[in-house]
């Protein structure tokens, strides 16, 4: 099983390479048509549309319990015969936060807190939306283990941009 992740700016690389067979693209509300990556015909391609935040604010869209099982639906679908690739803006939050919550539903026998440590060896970077991880971590009955797994990995090191990498699901 091969979960990529990249920042908007190399999707079209990263699929040129991999082939991925499923596509997650989480941006913003405010993002145009000519901002969604295309997707090849006969694969998947989920596009949900929510602003990076951590709490409900006025006048932006938070993630919601709905979106979430949205992601969690369709990750289900999910053959890993080909690699699932996800991605945002940055490639620092929302896209880590949604990988981590398709790892933990893909692996059930691994631990949270294991996950969110190849989380933070394979993304130094990687801050996941932990309103995301919230939502998800109530959906999945976690009882709160993904929460305190990505609360325990802190912040990640600051920067512009994340880099391609491969979360292990095993």
């Known amino acids: 099983m091969?979960?990529?992740?990249?920042?908007?700016?190399?999707?079209?690389?990263?699929?040129?390479?991999?082939?991925?067979?499923?596509?997650?693209?989480?941006?913003?509300?405010?993002?145009?048509d000519e901002t969604w990556p295309a997707c090849d015909p006969g694969d998947a391609h989920l596009k949900l549309a929510f602003h990076d935040i951590a709490a409900p604010r006025p006048d932006l869209v938070a993630?919601?319990?709905?979106?979430?099982?949205?992601?969690?639906?369709?990750?289900?679908?999910?053959d890993p015969a080909r690699p699932m690739l996800v991605h945002c803006w940055a490639g620092v939050s929302r896209s880590t936060a949604a990988a981590f919550i398709i790892a933990c539903q893909r692996a059930p026998g691994r631990s949270a807190r294991d996950i969110a440590q190849a989380l933070r060896a394979a993304a130094p970077y990687?801050?996941?939306?932990?309103?995301?991880?919230?939502?998800?971590?109530?959906?999945?009955?976690?009882?709160?283990?993904?929460?305190?797994?990505?609360?325990?990995?802190?912040?990640?090191?600051?920067?512009?941009?994340?880099?391609?990498?491969?979360?292990?699901?095993?």
């Not at 709905?66 to 969690?72: K, N, Q, Y």
């Not at 971590?137 to 491969?166: C, H, K, N, P, Q």
Request: proline share 8%; hydrophobic share 50%.
């Open 2 to 32: 091969t979960l990529l992740v990249c920042p908007l700016s190399q999707v079209e690389t990263v699929r040129a390479a991999h082939r991925p067979s499923h596509l997650v693209s989480l941006l913003s509300p405010t993002s145009t």
């Open 126 to 170: 990687a801050t996941p939306n932990p309103l995301m991880v919230a939502l998800a971590d109530a959906a999945l009955g976690a009882g709160g283990r993904m929460s305190a797994a990505i609360a325990e990995i802190g912040r990640g090191a600051d920067t512009f941009e994340g880099a391609v990498f491969e979360l292990p699901l095993r």
């Open 63 to 78: 993630p919601s319990a709905e979106m979430v099982a949205r992601l969690l639906d369709f990750a289900a679908g999910w």
